[in-house]
């Protein structure tokens, strides 16, 4: 007929708790080590360190990245051996203002640079102490769009560049010195984009305007000059270029001197003559490549017969051996790399470089020299 009803419970009858699973179990509670409520971690440091044998000074270099990477401090100077310091600098930098602080003369350098939404750019360099650290005052700022772009940049006060962008069409620029004439300067690109005019003059004039073409397979400019036979005279300068048999052809005409050179170059060899005229000055290049890691290379010129030559070996990216000959200094060399020679200290071997080089003259064995230069890297 029909489910039975459940009996009802009695309240005064102890009832057993339904079954369940067992509570899961919880890691105790790690030991508290006082109120700390955020640490900070230590910046990595990094120090590199330099010396050269043939000066006898040591190079430092101590930097620490800031704020997760958003600044850098670095502390630079030199010493010789027998420990005197020389030189010391200390650099607060990030991505838009950077301070170089020179200690022995009290001087500070600031940079300072910014963008304002790719439509105005903003750069900035004061030396408090004018030419005491070396660079000049500079303020560039800029203003662009997609068919215009208006600059102006002043240096120490007495140099001022004005540049009008117009597309790629045209510009025009003006170079103002305190202390000598001006120049202004058109350029002009004709019907197709490769054909350039340009047209500058000194400000005020003296004559007339230097006209220069630019062409795909080089450029002629012709402008007026003063000599001492004829008040007024027009030169002309330019250079071509050219395939041809399977090399570049290079005409250089500068000052009534004509250079003409030629460049054959592939995977193995490369030839390169070359002849001035009208001093018939000839000369040549040869390069040979025997494997991936050896190649000679070899200079000769006729009218002083001096010649040179260098032999290269290298073993992976990090050792390189140099050997050569200089018959106008009559000197011989060796020098061997270990890392490579144009890279980072960082993706050096051991984070170090090391160079030894050994010079032994012609006419004075006995007075050869050997020199050596290390630097190395360290992070904490």
């Not at 051996?81 to 022995?104: C, N, R, W």
């Amino acid at each position: 007929m029909g489910d039975p009803i459940p009996p009802i419970p009695n309240p005064n009858t102890p009832q057993s708790p339904p079954s369940s699973l067992p509570p899961p179990a919880t890691a105790p509670l790690p030991p508290s080590s006082g109120r700390r409520f955020f640490s900070v971690p230590r910046p990595a440091i990094r120090v590199t360190s330099e010396f050269d044998s043939d000066s006898s000074v040591f190079f430092h270099k101590v930097s620490c990245q800031l704020f997760d990477r958003l600044a850098k401090l670095k502390l630079s100077f030199q010493n010789d051996p027998s420990g005197e310091i020389a030189f010391p600098q200390f650099g607060f930098l990030t991505k838009h203002f950077a301070v170089l602080y020179d200690l022995e003369s009290r001087n500070a350098l600031l940079r300072g640079s910014f963008d304002l939404a790719n439509f105005l750019q903003v750069r900035a360099t004061h030396d408090v102490k004018t030419d005491q650290i070396g660079e000049p005052d500079y303020l560039h700022i800029g203003c662009s769009t997609q068919c215009l772009s208006i600059s102006c940049t002043f240096e120490n006060s007495k140099s001022v560049l004005s540049c009008i962008h117009l597309g790629s069409c045209f510009l025009l620029k003006y170079h103002h010195r305190k202390e000598q004439q001006g120049e202004v300067a058109m350029v002009a690109s004709l019907a197709n984009p490769s054909y350039k005019l340009e047209l500058s003059s000194l400000v005020p004039s003296v004559g007339l305007p230097r006209a220069t073409i630019h062409f795909p397979l080089g450029e002629v400019s012709v402008e007026e000059k003063k000599t001492e036979e004829v008040e007024n005279v027009l030169s002309v300068n330019g250079i071509l270029k050219s395939h041809m048999l399977n090399g570049v052809c290079t005409a250089l005409y500068k000052d009534n001197d004509l250079n003409l050179r030629y460049c054959y170059k592939d995977e193995e060899m490369s030839f390169i003559p070359s002849v001035s005229l009208p001093s018939n000055a000839l000369s040549f290049a040869f390069k040979r490549r025997f494997s991936p890691s050896d190649k000679l290379s070899y200079w000769y010129h006729f009218d002083s017969s001096e010649w040179s030559t260098v032999y290269k070996h290298t073993i992976g990216k990090d050792l390189k051996f140099k050997a050569g000959y200089d018959s106008g200094v009559r000197l011989g060399w060796a020098s061997l790399w270990v890392g490579e020679e144009e890279g980072k200290t960082k993706t050096a071997p051991m984070k170090m470089k090391v160079q030894f080089m050994l010079q032994v003259p012609q006419d004075d064995i006995g007075n050869s020299i050997f020199m050596f230069r290390v630097k190395k890297r360290w992070d904490f």
